[in-house]
C-alpha cells in the first residue's frame, strides 16, 4: 500500500503561481510512476504531468511551459510548480502513483487538493 499526500492547494489570481506537493509512504525510488491528475467540474480527470523514476517528464499540452514536475528522493516528494495560472486551471488535483508488481500496474491516489484561479 502507498498513501500520498497532497498539500499546496488554494486560491490565486490568474497569473499567479502556486506549488503542490505530494509525499509519498515509501520511497519514490520505488514507485515507477508518479504524476498529477486534475479533475474540472463536470469533466473528466485528465492527466497533466508526470514524472517516471528514470527521471522522464511528460506534460499536457494545455499545461507545458507553465508546469514544471520534480521529485525529492530523500522527501519522499513530488511537486508540480505551476506558473501562468489561468481560471481554466481550476480544478481539483490528485497525486497519482504507480507501482509495478508481478499482477501488473497499481494506482494510488491522494485524497485531492482544491486550485481556484480566479480572473
Known amino acids: 500500500q502507498v498513501q500520498l499526500v497532497e498539500s499546496g492547494g488554494g486560491l490565486v489570481q490568474a497569473g499567479g503561481s502556486l506549488r503542490l506537493s505530494c509525499t509519498a509512504s515509501?520511497?519514490?525510488?520505488?514507485?515507477?510512476?508518479m504524476g498529477w491528475f486534475r479533475q474540472a467540474p463536470g469533466k473528466q480527470r485528465e492527466l497533466v504531468a508526470r514524472?517516471?523514476?528514470?527521471?522522464?517528464?511528460w506534460y499536457a499540452d494545455s499545461v507545458k511551459g507553465r508546469f514544471t514536475i520534480s521529485g525529492d528522493n530523500a522527501k519522499s516528494t513530488v511537486y508540480v510548480q505551476m506558473i501562468s495560472l489561468k481560471p481554466e486551471d481550476t480544478a481539483i488535483y490528485y497525486c497519482?502513483?504507480?507501482?509495478?508488481?508481478?499482477?501488473?500496474?497499481?494506482?494510488?491516489w491522494g485524497q485531492g487538493t482544491q486550485v481556484t484561479v480566479s480572473s
Open positions: 497519482n502513483a504507480v507501482v509495478y508488481s508481478q499482477l501488473g500496474p497499481r494506482n494510488y
Open positions: 514524472i517516471t523514476s528514470a527521471g522522464s517528464t
Open positions: 515509501i520511497s519514490i525510488s520505488s514507485i515507477n510512476a
